[in-house]
Antibody, heavy 117, light 110 residues
Framework: EVQLVESGGGLVQPGGSLRLSCAAS????????MHWVRQAPGKGLVWVSH????????TYADSVKGRFTISRDDARNTLYLQMNSLRAEDTAVYYC??????????WGQGALVTVSS | QTVVTQEPSFSVSPGGTVTLTCALS?????????PSWYQQTPGQAPRTLIY???TRSSGVPDRFSGSILGNKAALTITGAQADDESDYYC??????????FGGGTKLTVL
């Protein structure tokens, strides 16, 4: 069974940093591209970032470009999202998702990030 | 800036059929955008329903179907049930590693 478990969320002040992790199990993590998707309270889903299998190519939504970095450790079956220069508008639940045919195939339960002073 | 538009809300009677759509701010949606559809109930993670326009994800009942209707992607629910009451999101792949979600449709079954 595919499992994706996010961790690392919490409360951080504006301008601060946080790193999210996503532990994957139940599938061969190294052969899949992965994404982060977020959802602000009461709002819709927004794609944040993508990393290909192998970790050689990454892309970002304009709203996080230059502040967020996606990475992966295939030996640990773990996906990461390093978030710097956080803003109030980054407050959201962040979901880790697996890619399949340009689709978000499987989803974690999400990690809540709150940016507030 | 590409905008993907969905109906903000829709209502269907139990047992009825409803078609939700997903449109581009400029241009037509085609299979090359790999449209996909997701169902989300409050407090839960999204569930993948349809990918690559019309392929049902594992375990999704066949009363959910995807298609291209005119210049839009479409999700049709046939024989709506009470537990279909959810938010539904579409996503389009814009190419070059860029994905855009629609704003979501809140479906009411009553």
């Amino acid at each position: 069974e595919v499992q994706l478990v996010e961790s690392g969320g919490g409360l951080v002040q504006p301008g601060g940093s946080l790193r999210l992790s996503c532990a994957a199990s139940g599938f061969t993590f190294s052969i899949y591209s992965m994404h982060w998707v977020r959802q602000a309270p009461g709002k819709g889903l927004v794609w944040v970032s993508h990393i290909n299998n192998g970790g050689t190519t990454t892309t970002y939504a304009d709203s996080v470009k230059g502040r967020f970095t996606i990475s992966r450790d295939d030996a640990r079956n773990t996906l990461y999202l390093q978030m710097n220069s956080l803003r109030a508008e980054d407050t959201a639940v962040y979901y880790c998702t697996r890619d399949r045919a340009y689709t978000f195939d499987s989803w974690g339960q999400g990690a809540l990030v709150t940016v507030s002073s | 800036q590409t905008v993907v538009t969905q109906e903000p809300s829709f209502s269907v009677s139990p047992g009825g059929t409803v078609t939700l759509t997903c449109a581009l701010s400029s241009g037509s949606v085609s299979t090359t955008y790999y449209p996909s559809w997701y169902q989300q109930t409050p407090g839960q993670a999204p569930r993948t329903l349809i990918y690559s326009t019309n392929t049902r994800s594992s375990g999704v009942p066949d009363r959910f179907s995807g298609s291209i209707l005119g210049n839009k992607a479409a999700l049709t629910i046939t024989g709506a049930q009470a537990d279909d009451e959810s938010d539904y999101y579409c996503v389009l792949y814009m190419g070059s590693g860029d994905w855009v979600f629609g704003g979501g449709t809140k479906l009411t079954v009553l």
